[in-house]
C-alpha cells in the first residue's frame, strides 16, 4: 500500500472527504459505491466491483434478480437443471 500523503479529519457523522486529485486518479465519481474492507489494523477504501455470490469471479458477471453471479456459475446451474 503506498501512503497518500494526505491527512483528513473525520467529521462528526463519521465522514471523510477524498481529495479530488485522487478521485481523479482512481476514476472516482459522486455516486460511485465504494467498498470498505478491513485487513488487519488497516481500512481500505476500494471502487465497488461485484464479485459472483458463489465463486468470488469479478468476470463476466451479470445481476440476475437483485444478486451478481458470472456466466460460469449460471452454465454450471444451466447443466444441472437439465441434469435433474
Known amino acids: 500500500m503506498k ?3 494526505v491527512v483528513r ?3 462528526q457523522l463519521g465522514r471523510i472527504v477524498l481529495p479530488k486529485s485522487l478521485r481523479k486518479r482512481y476514476q472516482m465519481n ?3 459505491p465504494v467498498e470498505i474492507l478491513v485487513q488487519g ?3 481500505i477504501l476500494e ?7 458463489f465463486c468470488g469471479s469479478m468476470v463476466g458477471v451479470i445481476e440476475f434478480k437483485e ?13 444441472l437443471q437439465r441434469q435433474a
Open 47 to 53: 471502487r465497488y466491483r461485484p464479485k459472483c455470490v
Open 30 to 32: 459522486e455516486g460511485d
Open 41 to 43: 489494523d488497516h481500512i
Open 9 to 11: 479529519k473525520v467529521d
Open 3 to 5: 501512503p497518500a500523503g
Open 67 to 79: 444478486k451478481y453471479i458470472c456466466t460460469q456459475c449460471a452454465d454450471e446451474m444451466n447443466l
